[in-house]
């Protein structure tokens, strides 16, 4: 934005341009004179050339020492005879030095176009090629005002095309944008640029009619003066040619482009479809062939399942339905290995440990309480230290992301990006502008209504009030790159505002300024800004800052879906205006709190404007920059209520269905509402313990922290508070068993699979805590704290409330009320009952999962799925529609939908060279610069080339140079001035200060080293005007870093880190905007090892690093590496469960495995949601990829852990044995529990709910439950887990020695080996009773 800054001053440069062709002169006799000297002044001062029809005469030595510069061929021999004087000659030297400040980049088109300049001043032939047309008597004779000059055509078409490429680095724009008036460079041709160079009208440099005749041969008594001319490639007078920047032709051939990467395609299908499509058939086709043609032997003596043991095996190692056979002393199988044996052994220990743990907190229920409620209240306390932080770069962006250091770099050297304030102003209902012209109709879009245009300027002029009643106003927060110590304070006027409204100087009336053309056309302001538009830097164009207004930025909507911005746009066509007030930023942030003021008032104004002053005509669409921070924490507000609600209903299904109904008379009785809702309140405050701890830490939370991870601690706590009671209420007491002893049973039973599950979880998300992006470590630290102290209160404190609420439950009180007590005629029934749900499980859902068809088709429909995930995952979109973050009624949402819609210009990208050149030395200064004599791979050559092939860089526009400006400004004397008493810069246009005595050497013509040092910081302080036109106050007064280091020079300044500003192609999507950055960095890449390279050629040992800089950067970074980043983090995570799940289960691999690939699967599967229901892949989705693993662990390993000790005789009734046992538990616990709250995330005000968390969850939750209750038990059944032999030995003999301790009394005392699991623990009991009545 800066860079276009101070084009202002190019307007006026282009009238000095034609200030030259004014010092024109004329003859009327054949090879003679048709003027010499000067006559008169026209109105505003400009010499007219009086009539003189003889011979040339003799040339002064000063002025033939001006001619000899410019017009060598006039000043051959020793008698030299022009038709100019010597002031003439001194008047065309000033004028056609401000041309040469546009034109002398390239030398070619400056000796092109300088010969026919001197042809008509000064030529000894005038009257054969310049036909007087009109002259007005004056004092001194009578004065030209009116001539024709005779030109050939080649000539005029050859300078055109040499000087029509010439840039204007500060600007990014042509020379001809200024040369060619109101056609611009998009629209300039040969005759319209000549015709303007003479045009008195518009021109206000001319000083008389200049009219310049094409033609190919002889007009009357006219003959065109043939004059030289060459291609801008070729040198000329033994200098350069123009650089690549200047003349195409110049450029260096590019290499050929790489063909884009083709799609994954075979025989015109999708690959990854096709592929799989083999794969699941192929797949399918074997699994059905080994279940229905391969049958076990019938001979085949059947033993413990081995690790390779496969059920669909052909080989004779026993079927499915055979019995396994438990190892003894007589067994003809090996004996168990160490490894399962100390596997048998550990969860030996586990089990027993549990069993007195939860025999202790079941024993001491009040003190177990208190201490628990010490600890969360400790912990707890932190939360008051907790740091909740919003700021979106805080939040995805790795303090050590490349993204990041760049942009504190950028930050702190050139102050950040200025802040925008933006409006978008469409038109409703309103019809096209036909406005009739001399060339013929003009269509106009609708929001150049005269009446509408006017309701824009009064939004405008209300915008500018703001604050100005208390001294708050725009003046003193915007960007006013114009102002100076010299200029005063900054007023309304001074800032910078892209308006179409600046076209017109901000004042009505000249908007309302109507005439007629020669044929009766209606000139108006339709026309102002069609020739406005088409140069903006034209003097009757600027804003009131002084500057342009970019018509590309002030418009919108001009462009057709899939046109590219070109100098050729139809601005006309605008379907929008657009708004933009650019206002200061800082690096120190306390700084930006009156800015952060004005937007707030700027927003509240327009919402208001828009509630109650708006017309039907109109609608409107606004941001600040604080907006997008506000509506975040709006939107997390806005949604509470939502999260609350679905928390209720989760807690409100917690509590009711932990209860059992044995009898009405009993309901309240046997309900369990208040431990479940302290079962709820256990993982609330698991939560606000981990918050707390991390408060103490200083670790800084995130609103994703307060949202999902109480959700994500109900899923797997829940889940074990279920199992937990449930076994509970399924055990039945026994005989002489305490209830502190019966619940220590209980916990023995489930404490592993419980350990097992929190484990795992607890450890993944530990390990995702070594992801470098902020939101996801934060995320994952917090998840992980939570889950184990949620598993250790779970443990402690909601055993003590178990044990309370069965004491409560059996002396028959009341729930909740429990200081009430029923009749004592409703006496607990003594028959355990199994409830509702785990029924269903035993009597139909299982038997109906296990018959051998369901079976079958479970694998290959299971199979389909994951194939079918598979091929679609890589077709996931990576990035975050920027309209997903907001809420449906945030004016921020409406505001990026229509920036998609009507933006057509890019962000800026600016290319950062960082210290380490040698700015002064002519060999650093062509590493960077685009002019002539500068290395054909410079900076600013290599990046106009980038902006030539925007579709593969993204660069729309070139960037500016201040290296080339800064020579470009000390190459003129007018432009360097400072104060004679303390030699400080002075502005130029004080005329009282002295001139700097800038030394240029070299056949570069540049400033030598002490002049670069010295001057530069005046370049960088001087303001541009027509003048001087380069100074680089407003387009690099920051952007450019010095310092004055030397002490023995104190006045020279060492140049440190400087930018080369571009911009960016329009992006609209995530991807074009994670592309332009890849693109950025490539380009910065090669910059950084042409200029090391180069200085290792020097032999030179610095090294320069080259960095582009974006304000998006920083946001877009973490999707370049997003799918290395998920598969990370996913492999991590499963890792993680394998290894705990390996020891937790006793070095038992294979059960690990089991584990492991289904969690895979469904992980597998989500992503095949993601692409179905239109998820993006970002960092939102990756926390809830990672939650979707610890979730999944709750799916699984709870079955595969009572699958893995099961006893029963074959896989098949081991799985659902399994899944009887587990399958209600996990399918109340977690799969109902979630399924409420869920759906009502559904009708959240955020979208990004919407998106990511009711879709996602929703598919965790169903998937889940879909993997761990139909495929993992189909799984089991077929494949099975190695039977652990260590512990079936240890099992078997300890069954032994007590049935025969027992004697068959007591009852219960038959064991066959399909009910030791379930009544293993009574045999121990009674064991231990008859050793005491023994002692």
């Not at 250091?405 to 978008?424: C, G, K, N, V, W």
């Not at 025969?1300 to 699991?1317: K, P, Q």
Request: hydrophobic share 40%; proline share 5%.
């Amino acid at each position: 934005m800066a860079s276009t800054l101070h084009l202002h001053l190019l307007p006026l440069a282009l009238l000095a341009a034609a200030a030259f062709s004014l010092q024109i002169g004329l003859a009327s006799s054949e090879g003679h004179c048709i003027w010499y000297g000067e006559c008169s002044k026209n109105a505003l001062g400009k010499g007219r050339n009086c009539v003189y029809n003889g011979p040339a005469k003799p040339l002064e030595p000063e002025g033939q020492e001006i001619l000899r510069e410019f017009c060598p061929e006039l000043v051959q021999g020793n008698d030299v005879r022009t038709c100019c004087s010597l002031n003439q000659t001194k008047e065309f030297s000033s004028n056609i030095k401000i041309a040469a400040n546009f034109l002398k980049r390239c030398p070619t088109c400056m000796d092109n176009f300088a010969h026919h300049l001197c042809a008509m001043t000064c030529s000894p032939h005038q009257s054969d090629f310049i036909e007087v047309v009109k002259t007005e008597p004056s004092p001194n004779g009578d004065a030209i005002t009116s001539m024709n000059v005779y030109l050939t055509k080649k000539y005029m078409v050859g300078v055109f095309d040499s000087c029509k490429q010439v840039q204007m680095p500060s600007t990014g724009q042509f020379a001809m944008d200024i040369m060619c008036g109101s056609w611009g460079a998009s629209r300039c041709t040969a005759d319209r640029w000549f015709e303007y160079l003479g045009d008195a009208k518009e021109n206000l440099y001319v000083p008389f009619q200049i009219t310049y005749k094409g033609v190919d041969g002889p007009v009357g008594n006219y003959t065109p003066v043939k004059l030289p001319v060459f291609p801008c490639s070729v040198s000329v007078n033994n200098g350069t040619a123009c650089s690549c920047l200047d003349c195409e032709a110049s450029c260096p051939v590019p290499p050929p482009k790489p063909p884009a990467p083709a799609p994954f395609v075979v025989a015109g299908l999708d690959g990854y479809a096709l592929i799989m499509l083999l794969v699941f058939i192929l797949g399918s086709l074997l699994f059905l062939g080994g279940v229905f043609c391969c049958t076990p032997s019938a001979n085949n003596t059947v033993g413990i399942a081995s690790d390779t043991e496969q059920e669909l095996s052909c080989a004779p190692t026993g079927g499915i339905d055979q019995p396994d056979r438990v190892e003894s002393e007589d067994s003809p199988l090996p004996p168990s290995t160490l490894l399962e044996r100390l596997g048998a052994n550990t969860e030996s220990k586990l089990e027993e440990f549990f069993k007195w743990w939860g025999t202790f907190c079941a024993e001491r229920p009040w003190l177990v309480l208190f201490f628990g409620l010490c600890v969360v209240t400790a912990l707890g306390h932190g939360i008051k230290y907790m740091k909740v932080t919003t700021d979106p770069v805080e939040l995805w962006a790795s303090p050590n992301s490349r993204a990041r250091l760049e942009r504190q770099y950028f930050d702190s050297h050139f102050e950040p990006f200025y802040r925008t304030e933006m409006a978008i102003i469409k038109a409703v209902g309103l019809p096209d502008i036909v406005h009739n012209t001399s060339s013929g109709p003009i269509t106009f879009g609708p929001v150049f209504n005269k009446t509408f245009m006017k309701t824009v300027f009064d939004l405008q002029e209300k915008i500018k009030a703001i604050g100005q009643s208390d001294g708050t106003g725009l003046e003193h927060v915007c960007f006013a790159p114009l102002t100076s110590p010299f200029s005063g304070p900054p007023q309304t006027e001074s800032c910078v505002i892209q308006s179409v409204w600046g076209y017109y100087q901000d004042d009505m009336e000249i908007f309302d300024e109507s005439e007629e053309d020669p044929l009766g056309f209606e000139i108006n302001y339709l026309d102002h800004f069609k020739a406005c538009s088409q140069n903006p830097y034209n003097p009757n164009c600027l804003a009131p800052y002084g500057g342009p207004v970019d018509p590309a930025v002030a418009l919108g909507g001009f462009l057709q879906p899939g046109e590219v911005l070109s100098k050729e746009a139809n601005y006309e066509k605008a379907t929008a205006i657009i708004l933009t007030f650019i206002v200061n930023n800082y690096h120190n942030k306390t700084k930006t709190a009156p800015a952060m003021e004005w937007e707030k008032k700027f927003i509240d104004l327009l919402k208001n404007w828009t509630k109650t002053e708006m017309p039907p005509y109109m609608d409107i669409a606004f941001t600040s920059e604080r907006s997008i921070e506000d509506e975040l924490y709006r939107e997390s507000q806005s949604d509470v209520m939502t999260i609350l609600v679905s928390y209720i209903i989760m807690f409100a299904y917690i509590a009711i269905s932990l209860g059992q109904l044995n009898s009405c008379s009993r309901l309240l009785i046997d309900s369990k509402i208040t431990l479940g809702l302290g079962g709820v309140f256990i993982v609330l405050a698991s939560v606000a313990c981990s918050v707390g701890l991390f408060g103490f830490i200083g670790l800084p939370a995130t609103l994703i922290i307060i949202e999902v991870i109480p959700f994500l601690v109900l899923a797997v706590g829940v889940d074990n508070i279920f199992i937990l009671v449930q076994t509970h209420q399924r055990e039945a007491r026994r005989a002489n068993e305490t209830v502190a002893e019966h619940i220590g049973r209980t916990l023995g039973q489930v404490g592993p699979s419980m350990l097992l599950t929190s484990v795992s979880e607890s450890c993944c998300f530990f390990l995702g805590g070594l992801s470098d992006m902020p939101a996801v470590r934060a995320f994952a630290l917090y998840a992980g704290m939570a889950l184990l102290i949620d598993f250790l209160l779970q443990i402690t404190s909601f055993v003590s409330l178990l044990a309370l609420d069965t004491l409560r439950q059996n002396s028959n009180r009341y729930d909740i009320f429990c200081c009430m007590r029923g009749d004592k005629r409703e006496t607990a029934v003594d028959d355990v009952s199994d409830g509702m749900l785990f029924k269903f499980f035993k009597s139909i859902y299982a038997p109906f999962l296990m018959t051998k068809t369901v079976r079958a088709g479970v694998m290959v429909v299971f199979f389909g799925w994951l194939c079918s995930s598979i091929a679609v995952a890589p077709h996931i979109e990576i990035g975050l529609d920027q309209e997903l973050s907001m809420p449906h009624d945030s004016h921020v949402l409406k505001y990026f939908k229509d920036l998609k819609s009507y933006l057509n210009i890019g962000p800026p990208v600016y290319f950062v060279v960082g210290e380490g050149l040698d700015y002064s030395q002519t060999e650093s200064q062509n590493l960077l610069c685009g002019g002539q004599y500068c290395n054909s791979d410079s900076v600013s050559t290599q990046l106009y080339l980038a902006s030539q092939s925007g579709a593969e860089t993204y660069i729309g526009r070139p960037s500016s140079s201040w290296i080339d400006d800064f020579m470009d400004w000390s190459s003129i004397d007018e432009c360097c001035r400072y104060f004679p008493n303390n030699s400080s810069f002075c502005p130029h246009s004080d005329r009282n200060c002295s001139k700097c005595e800038i030394v240029l050497t070299g056949k570069e013509n540049r400033p030598n080293a002490t002049g670069f040092q010295m001057y530069t910081p005046f370049f960088l302080q001087d303001n541009p005007d027509s003048s001087c036109a380069k100074a680089g106050h407003a387009a690099y007064g920051q952007g450019v870093n010095y310092d004055y280091k030397d002490r023995k020079n104190p006045k020279l300044a060492t140049i440190g880190a400087s930018y080369f500003n571009a911009f960016h192609t329009v992006l609209k999507t995530s991807q074009d905007y994670y592309e332009a950055l890849r693109a950025a960095r490539k380009i910065s890449a090669n910059l950084t090892e042409m200029i090391n390279t180069n200085l290792r050629k020097q032999g030179k040992n610095e090294t320069v690093t080259v960095f582009p800089y974006s304000v998006f950067y920083v946001f877009y970074e973490q999707y370049l590496t997003m799918w290395p980043d998920t598969l990370k983090s996913m492999g991590i995570s499963v890792l993680a469960i394998f290894v705990v799940t390996f020891l937790l289960m006793g070095f038992d691999t294979f059960s690990s495995l089991v584990v492991v690939i289904t969690i895979t699967m469904i992980v597998v599967n989500i992503g095949g949601l993601m692409y179905w229901w239109n998820i993006t892949l970002n960092a939102v989705s990756l926390v809830n990829l990672v939650m979707a693993v610890g979730i999944a662990v709750e799916f699984c390993s709870h079955l595969v852990h009572s699958f893995s000790v099961s006893v029963e005789g074959t896989r098949l009734l081991r799985a659902t044995d399994a899944l009887t046992k587990m399958g209600s538990s996990v399918f109340s616990g977690i799969t109902l529990t979630k399924f409420g709250g869920i759906i009502v995330l559904g009708f959240a005000k955020s979208q990004i709910f919407q998106v990511f968390y009711f879709r996602m969850y929703l598919g965790i939750v169903l998937f889940g439950a879909a993997h761990g209750l139909i495929f993992l038990p189909v799984l089991l059944s077929y494949i099975g887990i190695t039977r652990r032999r260590g512990r079936l030995v240890c099992r078997s003999r300890h069954l032994s020695d007590s049935t025969r301790l027992l004697g068959g009394t007591h009852g219960r005392t038959h064991v066959t080996y399909s009910s030791i699991n379930q009544h293993e623990p009574q045999l121990h009991h009674h064991a231990a009773h008859n050793n005491e009545i023994l002692h």
